[in-house]
């Protein structure tokens, strides 16, 4: 087979959607098929990969190259190629990294607040927030998405929670693939050096005001004297964070860290204890959840959202924007090292779920089979 996955953002670019890309076409590869990843990310280095990268084509080069190939793979919110696929009569498959069927943002979060998660109330919320301009414009956007994803072959949902929220014909439920075993490295003994450790973006969604806040009562109880908080990451709410540290008076348990990459970043995790992942908004996929249980950390999430349902019973739940709750979870996490030791049991069983090659090796099933016309389970 030879396939065309394209990823409406890539390598130099750094996120989720660009590291499932990633790992899927390598993994592809490796079971003897041919990958071509498609992007409109530009850069000037050159991709020494084990599959071609094709950036920025005109429309003519789609055309060819959708028609070179046997099936067409879009992984995220983009429509891009579904009019090469049809024009070459090729199949097309749309994996659903979040919720841009659903709502205008595709988050269901904008300008540091929730919003709806379905079309209408979606529509009104934008409406009365940005214009009628604006309104009409997401109007047509979002009804060609709808209309597409009625349209294309296969819908696939990165997450069950994705797939409730957003509920589509023709749809299955497929984890992403994430590059796993990499973070097995930072299970080394290290000595600990952070009692907490968060990882990701620092922006309004992810909580980390929460974190903070829950962080701040634990300091000021028995057990969390002199606890320590690492924060791992870069974004646009980093002074805001900064200074609420310093409101509360915790300069000197809280460390930011900045954006950390490769052995530093496995070496900072291997100096932590218990990972916590505080997101405000419905998270659609967990690969950090999964990166830090794979790490062998012991795991703090939000209830509402993929990272819960990626999380299973290896980690503690707490409710989306509750830091009471979330202090709670901490200070049981840390006395209570009979539920500790069995959450890290269970990681290890729950990450080989997550295994990258055997999710690769069912999404070229899904491949097979669409080409073959046979039928796809509808949860894999």
């Keep these: 087979m030879k396939i065309l996955l394209y990823s409406s953002v890539f390598w130099p670019s750094l996120g989720g959607v660009e590291t499932i890309t990633?790992?899927?076409?390598?993994?592809?590869?490796?079971?003897?098929?041919?990958?071509i990843v498609v992007t409109e990310t530009a850069s000037e280095q050159e991709d020494n990969r084990s599959y071609r990268v094709v950036r920025q084509p005109k429309l003519r080069e789609r055309f060819e190259l959708t028609?070179?190939?046997?099936?067409?793979?879009?992984?995220?919110a983009s429509i891009a190629m579904f009019p090469f696929a049809?024009?070459?009569?090729?199949?097309?498959?749309?994996?659903?990294?979040?919720?841009?069927?659903?709502?205008?943002?595709?988050?269901?979060?904008?300008?540091?607040?929730?919003?709806?998660?379905?079309?209408?109330?979606?529509?009104?919320?934008?409406?009365?927030?940005?214009?009628?301009?604006?309104?009409?414009?997401?109007?047509?956007?979002?009804?060609?998405r709808r209309y597409v994803a009625a349209q294309v072959d296969l819908n696939i949902a990165a997450t069950e929670w994705?797939?409730?929220?957003?509920?589509?014909?023709?749809?299955?439920?497929?984890?992403?693939?994430?590059?796993?075993?990499?973070?097995?490295l930072s299970k080394s003994k290290l000595s600990k050096?952070?009692?907490f450790i968060y990882v990701g973006r620092l922006v309004s969604e992810k909580g980390v005001p929460d974190l903070i806040n829950a962080f701040h009562l634990l300091l000021s109880s028995p057990n969390g004297r002199g606890k320590k908080l690492a924060i791992v990451g870069e974004g646009n709410i980093?002074?805001?964070?900064?200074?609420?540290?310093?409101?509360?008076?915790?300069?000197?348990?809280?460390?930011?860290?900045?954006?950390?990459?490769?052995?530093?970043?496995?070496e900072i995790m291997a100096q932590s204890q218990i990972a916590v992942v505080p997101s405000v908004w419905e998270e659609p996929m967990g690969g950090v959840a999964l990166e830090l249980l794979a790490a062998g950390k012991n795991i703090?999430?939000?209830?509402?959202?993929?990272?819960?349902?990626?999380?299973?019973?290896?980690?503690?739940?707490?409710?989306?924007?509750?830091?009471?709750?979330?202090y709670e979870c901490m200070i049981k996490l840390m006395t209570d090292e009979s539920l500790a030791k069995e959450q890290l049991e269970n990681a290890s069983l729950q990450v080989k779920l997550f295994d990258e090659m055997n999710l690769t090796k069912k999404y070229v099933d899904i491949y097979q089979s669409l080409l073959n016309h046979k039928p796809i389970q509808k949860n894999i």
């Design 193 to 195: 050096k952070y009692d």
């Design 300 to 326: 703090i999430v939000s209830e509402f959202g993929g990272h819960a349902e990626c999380v299973g019973n290896a980690g503690l739940k707490f409710k989306n924007g509750d830091y009471q709750s979330l």
């Design 67 to 76: 028609r070179q190939c046997d099936l067409v793979h879009s992984n995220g």
């Design 162 to 184: 994705v797939a409730k929220r957003q509920p589509l014909k023709n749809q299955i439920v497929s984890y992403t693939p994430y590059p796993l075993n990499q973070f097995k």
């Design 238 to 266: 980093k002074p805001d964070l900064e200074k609420l540290v310093a409101k509360l008076k915790i300069t000197d348990n809280v460390f930011f860290l900045g954006s950390q990459y490769g052995k530093d970043l496995l």
């Design 86 to 144: 049809k024009l070459n009569n090729k199949p097309f498959i749309w994996t659903h990294n979040g919720y841009q069927v659903s709502c205008v943002d595709g988050l269901g979060w904008v300008d540091g607040e929730p919003a709806p998660m379905t079309p209408l109330p979606s529509l009104i919320y934008h409406l009365k927030k940005k214009g009628l301009i604006h309104f009409l414009r997401e109007f047509i956007k979002l009804g060609i």
């Design 22 to 35: 990633a790992t899927l076409a390598e993994n592809i590869v490796r079971l003897g098929q041919e990958c």
